[in-house]
């Protein structure tokens, strides 16, 4: 926020190092800004104003500056005799940086500059040369007359800290730290006998986006140009002047840092304000000249209920705006939620002034000062009579807050010892009220620092930051250091990323937020979805159930990119609601679509389940966890590619192909693979030492088979069932080959399994192993229903 020292004078006195009083407050100054305007700016009289003898688009002005006359050329025509105007010297530099110099224009030299309001730094656009209303002073100094030379601090507010953007807010922490007053400007309003209620009704239907809403009208004004002295304080504060109505409301927005919209009286023509919730789809063109189509949350202020003439809390519309013919205005002073604010913005697209100052949270118990503030303000600039009272509807009151704060902590927080007439000063200075306990003080929060202020905690720091933490001496501070380092979950997971990136995969971070629509049309966990109440955007409504509705995301993103092959992994929390408590567990997900290895050109394989399956394996198997699978339908997989993954009784995870309909909503135009394990699960699972198994001694004997096996028969039940019968003689069983096709009937596929034979006392013979191998597969063939390919 930009603070100009000149006016920043009207409520403290300003110290000469302000700025770092401010920074060491907590409010950085970022920038002190000086004025670009230099040299010598007087005030002159046009004498005589003759046609450029030489130029038809020239006049060639005699200006009386005091103690010379001099000769200036003008493009200007509206430069009339007897004019008083602010004349640039040569030597003179403007605000956009331009040097003035004598110069020969067709003959005739330029001795100064007529100046307008832009080049003076105090309009942001100026087509006339400026001139005075007043009968100034010839030869006064316009620099010191229009306060040119004036400083301007550049603060960084952080975003717990509306109640600093304002004049009165800056002052209050000026005031705090230098144990002065703060002067607020007074609130003289001109009213008539005619009530508020008798000219405009309200009606709040939308309670929870504007829990209250105050008007008064003003009748009779005259709209047209600000004076310079406002014009220049609004352009040093980084806002364009417009005309005296809205630079009042501007103006008084930045004193106390409360928005506030006028309307023009006479465009509500049901002379009823209503304030209600959009709907879908409605559409409306703001001041900014825009349409904007809007999504059902903000809160609307309209005439009567239809027309919209304002965007709540950020930009009013085009047909309801204060013109030159203006005579009669609306006053609008509202509280709008901050949250619902914050929300519509970024819906939109819109970052105003006002926006920007009700998310961060405004008081909504000044109304009635600023209404007043603004009215008077209005009435000094425009004239106008306004009505008897203000009509304030206060559906849903905020009051302030109460917190303790106990003189021991004070101490053992900021490791000094602070008076307690100090802190009892320093929190009244700063608008708190404060009453004695017997341990300390009960502090009541003014409704202006609810947002910031609400534990004993934010107290201490108020008193800390006050009172100076330079104040606070250096110690050398003794810890014991004990043993330290991670724990037993924080190294498991550290040693889950290194095996995955080991295995080739990219670890992601995403949110835990998603979108409602997502899962409704997906919905492959039977878990109940846990909504947010407060969602920062509408399509992150929820909070994911399963690592696949974010990575998933990743996925698309990558693909619509030209990443046509990709392997990522994730380790972050899942939520869930199971009746009426919360439950959340912390899971490891993993996406794989595209080719096995994309760096060998000549490796054309593509990520198929077996291939991602092994990295299942492998992963668990370093951890000493033997997994079992299972087929297991789940919406939006693939049946005959999913199975669930188990270890003894307890369910791990799953895996699973996503079923091709899916991936295509998401432009992914490949295979994609998922798992999922729990953490906890792999933790209570884990073997905390790992089993040594010594070399081989005795060869091993293969035996290969093909099978002709049904689509309804699982072949990771064949392989669990050969090591059964094997027993200890079977050491391995995989699969080799899968194949449809020629001379295989369609219902069924030949899979080819490998079986190892080996003995850890002996050497097997072949006739051991080939007896050995016909018993299991004539028992494989009467249990599963299958025969022999060869």
């Not at 320093?426 to 534990?455: A, C, M």
């Not at 110690?475 to 724990?487: E, F, P, V």
Request: glycine content about 8%; some cysteine.
């Amino acid at each position: 926020m930009k603070i100009s020292r000149e006016w920043l004078s009207d409520y403290v006195d300003v110290p000469e190092n302000v700025e770092d009083i401010l920074t060491n407050l907590g409010l950085n100054v970022d920038e002190v800004i000086s004025s670009p305007v230099k040299g010598k700016i007087v005030v002159g009289k046009v004498v005589e104003v003759n046609p450029h003898p030489d130029a038809d688009k020239l006049n060639v002005c005699t200006v009386d500056v005091g103690d010379e006359k001099l000769n200036i050329i003008t493009a200007d025509k509206n430069v009339r005799e007897n004019a008083y105007v602010a004349v640039a010297l040569p030597g003179t530099i403007l605000s956009n940086g331009r040097e003035i110099k004598a110069v020969d224009m067709r003959g005739i030299m330029s001795e100064g500059m007529m100046c307008s309001l832009e080049e003076l730094g105090i309009e942001e656009h100026s087509d006339n040369v400026y001139t005075f209303d007043f009968d100034a002073e010839i030869g006064r100094d316009v620099i010191e007359l229009f306060n040119l030379n004036d400083v301007v601090y550049d603060i960084e507010i952080t975003p717990n800290r509306g109640d600093a953007l304002s004049y009165t807010g800056i002052s209050r922490e000026i005031a705090a730290k230098t144990k002065q007053d703060v002067v607020y400007p007074a609130a003289d309003v001109k009213s008539d006998v005619t009530k508020t209620e008798e000219l405009v009704k309200i009606r709040i239907e939308d309670v929870e986006g504007c829990p209250r809403y105050a008007a008064m009208v003003i009748r009779g004004v005259t709209v047209k140009e600000s004076p310079v002295w406002l014009k220049r304080r609004l352009m040093a504060s980084g806002i364009r002047p417009v005309n005296n109505i809205v630079d009042a409301t501007n103006y008084v927005m930045l004193e106390t840092g409360h928005p506030i919209h006028a309307f023009d009286y006479n465009l509500i023509t049901t002379r009823e304000i209503v304030v209600r919730k959009a709907k879908k789809g409605e559409k409306a063109v703001l001041l900014d000249e825009k349409e904007y189509e809007f999504s059902g949350i903000e809160t609307l202020i309209t005439d009567g209920g239809k027309n919209i003439i304002a965007v709540g809390g950020v930009m009013g519309a085009h047909n309801s705006g204060i013109s030159d013919n203006t005579k009669d205005v609306l006053i609008e002073v509202a509280f709008f939620d901050p949250v619902r604010i914050r929300r519509t913005a970024k819906v939109l697209g819109i970052q105003s002034d006002a926006s920007y100052r009700f998310e961060r949270g405004v008081d909504p118990n000044d109304v009635e000062y600023v209404m007043k503030r603004v009215v008077s303000l209005i009435q000094l600039l425009a004239g106008g009579t306004a009505t008897k009272d203000i009509l304030d509807v206060y559906e849903k009151k905020i009051d302030p807050i109460k917190v303790q704060l106990k003189k021991g902590k004070i101490e053992h927080i900021l490791g000094i010892r602070v008076p307690d007439g100090e802190v009892v000063d320093i929190l009244e200075r700063l608008g708190f009220s404060v009453e004695k306990t017997e341990h300390g003080w009960n502090v009541t929060v003014p409704t202006y620092r609810i947002y910031d202020i609400q534990r004993e905690i934010d107290l201490i720091e108020e008193v800390g930051r006050i009172y100076g933490y330079d104040k606070i001496s250096s110690q050398r501070t003794l810890i014991w250091s004990g043993i330290g380092g991670l724990n037993e979950k924080q190294k498991l997971r550290r040693e889950i990323v290194e095996i995955m990136k080991g295995m080739g995969f990219d670890e992601v971070l995403t949110f835990s937020f998603t979108s409602s629509k997502k899962v409704g049309e997906w919905n492959f966990s039977d878990r109940e979805t846990l909504t947010v109440s407060n969602p920062i955007t509408d399509d992150l409504d929820v909070m994911r159930k399963s690592l696949l509705y974010t990575l998933i995301d990743v996925a698309s993103f990558n693909f619509t990119h030209q990443v046509r092959s990709a392997k990522i992994f994730e380790i972050g929390k899942v939520f869930w609601k199971d009746g009426e408590e919360l439950r959340e567990e912390e899971m490891l997900g993993a996406v794989a679509y595209g080719r096995e290895n994309e760096e060998d050109y000549t490796d054309k394989r593509q990520v198929g389940f077996y291939t991602f399956k092994g990295v299942v394996d492998e992963l668990l198997e370093r951890f000493g966890i033997k997994a079992g699978y299972e087929r297991v339908e789940i919406s939006g997989f693939v049946p005959s590619r999913t199975t669930k993954i188990t270890a003894g009784d307890v369910e791990i995870g799953f895996i699973g192909m996503v079923d091709p309909d899916f991936a295509k909503r998401y432009d992914i135009k490949a295979d994609v693979y998922y798992f999922e394990l729990g953490i906890n699960k792999i933790e209570y699972l884990k073997e905390s030492k790992p089993k040594y198994r010594p070399s081989p001694v005795f060869p091993s004997i293969k035996r290969d088979v093909a099978l002709l096996i049904g689509k309804d028969v699982q072949s990771i039940k064949i392989m669990e069932r050969i090591k059964e019968l094997g027993k200890e003689l079977v050491e391995g069983v995989k699969v080799i080959d899968v194949y449809k096709g020629k001379g295989v009937d369609e219902d069924k596929m030949s899979v080819t399994f490998s079986i190892t034979f080996r003995s850890d006392e002996r050497t097997l013979k072949d006739e051991e192993v080939n007896d050995l191998f016909e018993k299991i597969i004539s028992r494989i063939e009467e249990e599963f229903g299958v025969k022999r390919r060869f």
